[in-house]
């Protein structure tokens, strides 16, 4: 079936550098996706979103690209700090008319060394 | 903070017996979602109330029932609990619509142990 997923389960990192960590989607019909962070006993955090008529959005360190030719999403966070350490989804809507919910992959476990 | 609280923290419970969760939504939303999220997985949608209605349902078996309130607090219930019923259940709330596009914001989740 379809669904969504991530490239890589961890991604460790120097602290002060760049992250960036990617999600394919195989959904052609999601039209709305999102990045969520999750810290270790706590739920999902909303960090950014994007919809499918836009390719770029940028928060405060944080942007997400979305490639709809390849169904490829990344979040890149900018100067990682050590608050920035947990697992990250990415997930995805379809936007149809009935409520499908929130389809979420396995997640990427960002680590920060010091 | 989200503003959406669940209850209890956590709970333990034993194989056949039925458990009830809590969710009280963000001020201002009137739709809830619930997901069940099993260690080391992504959060799998449950279903959503709307109105206090139900507006969408994974997949998930028909001892997983839930209510809204007019309040729109949310319950969840699961009858003849299994060993693998056990996780970490979350409450998502979002908007005024109950569009699929709404922002969800969660909630801390409740941790249900099966014995």
């Known amino acids: 079936g379809e669904s969504v997923g991530l490239h890589l389960p961890t991604l460790s990192v120097q602290e002060g550098d760049n992250s960036i960590i990617n999600c394919a989607y195989s959904n052609s019909a999601s039209d709305y996706f999102i990045w969520y962070k999750q810290e270790s006993g706590k739920g999902p955090q909303f960090i950014i979103d994007i919809r499918s008529n836009m390719d770029k959005r940028q928060g405060q360190r944080v942007t997400v690209l979305l490639n709809k030719t390849v169904k490829h999403l990344s979040l890149q966070i900018a100067a990682t700090q050590p608050g920035d350490s947990a697992v990250y989804f990415c997930?995805?809507?379809?936007?149809?008319?009935?409520?499908?919910?929130?389809?979420f992959g396995k997640g990427t476990h960002l680590i920060i060394q010091p | 903070e989200t503003g959406v609280t669940q209850s209890p923290t956590h709970l333990i419970k034993t194989r056949g017996q039925q458990v009830t969760l809590r969710c009280s939504s963000q001020?201002?939303?009137?739709?809830v979602s619930w997901y069940q999220q099993a260690l080391g997985q992504g959060p799998q949608f449950i279903f959503q109330y709307y109105r206090e209605e139900e507006n969408g349902r994974g997949n998930f078996p028909p001892r997983f029932s839930g209510l809204q309130f007019p309040n729109y607090s949310s319950e969840l219930n699961v009858n003849a609990l299994e060993l693998d019923d056990s996780a970490l259940y979350l409450c998502?709330?979002?908007?005024?619509?109950?569009?699929?596009?709404?922002?969800?914001?969660f909630g801390p989740g409740t941790r249900l142990t099966v014995l």
């Open positions: 997930a995805e809507n379809t936007g149809g008319g009935g409520a499908d919910g929130l389809t």
């Open positions: 001020s201002g939303h009137n739709t």
């Open positions: 998502a709330s979002s908007g005024l619509y109950g569009r699929s596009t709404d922002t969800q914001y």
